[in-house]
């Protein structure tokens, strides 16, 4: 045991000595003979997995197109005290909305309903609507724990529709 310790502290303190502080600029900060990001005045780009934990989320499952199709907390994510379960609901998805639509407006949502489920926790759905109009596949369940903290968030949030490309519905 002796030994070993007597071979490793030198090592170590080798490797650490050889592999002192930089003198250059860490990757992705604009130096421009940096690979990653020549270019100083366009930030680095976040995966969506960097994001999400940034956000205190995990993405279980995504879509074919990247987007997050189930998320579930790693950190607590407290909503405020006497906010009703909808509300709470619309809080999380909106401080969350980054990961599903970047810097785009997300799509309108609208009660769908409320479950209280046995051990305290709820489950609010939300539907996304495109000029008042249910959006096919566009339902959104959130889970909430019995102190109205998010625990899980199943369905994508779309970006909202341009005006200039809104359907337009007619009757005949």
């Known amino acids: 045991m002796f030994r070993i310790r007597a071979l490793v502290s030198p090592l170590i303190f080798t490797i650490a000595c050889a592999t002192g502080p930089s003198t250059s600029a860490p990757p992705g900060t604009g130096n421009p003979d940096d690979p990653v990001n020549p270019n100083p005045d366009v930030p680095p780009t976040v995966s969506t997995e960097q994001l999400a934990t940034a956000l205190g989320v995990s993405i279980v499952s ?17 909503s405020a005290a006497g906010v009703p379960a909808a509300a709470a609901a619309r809080d999380h998805i909106a401080a969350l909305s980054a990961l599903w639509v ?38 959104l369940h959130v889970l909430l724990g019995a102190d109205g903290g998010l625990a899980a968030i199943a369905g994508t949030l779309l970006p909202a529709a341009a005006a200039a490309a809104a359907p337009r519905f007619t009757s005949s």
């Open 62 to 78: 995504s879509e074919p197109s990247g987007a997050p199709r189930l998320l579930r907390t790693i950190v607590p994510r407290p």
């Open 102 to 139: 970047r810097d785009a407006p997300p799509m309108a949502l609208a009660d769908n309903g409320v479950q209280q489920l046995r051990n305290g926790a709820t489950l609010v759905k939300l539907v996304q609507n495109a000029g008042g109009v249910p959006v096919h596949g566009g339902e």
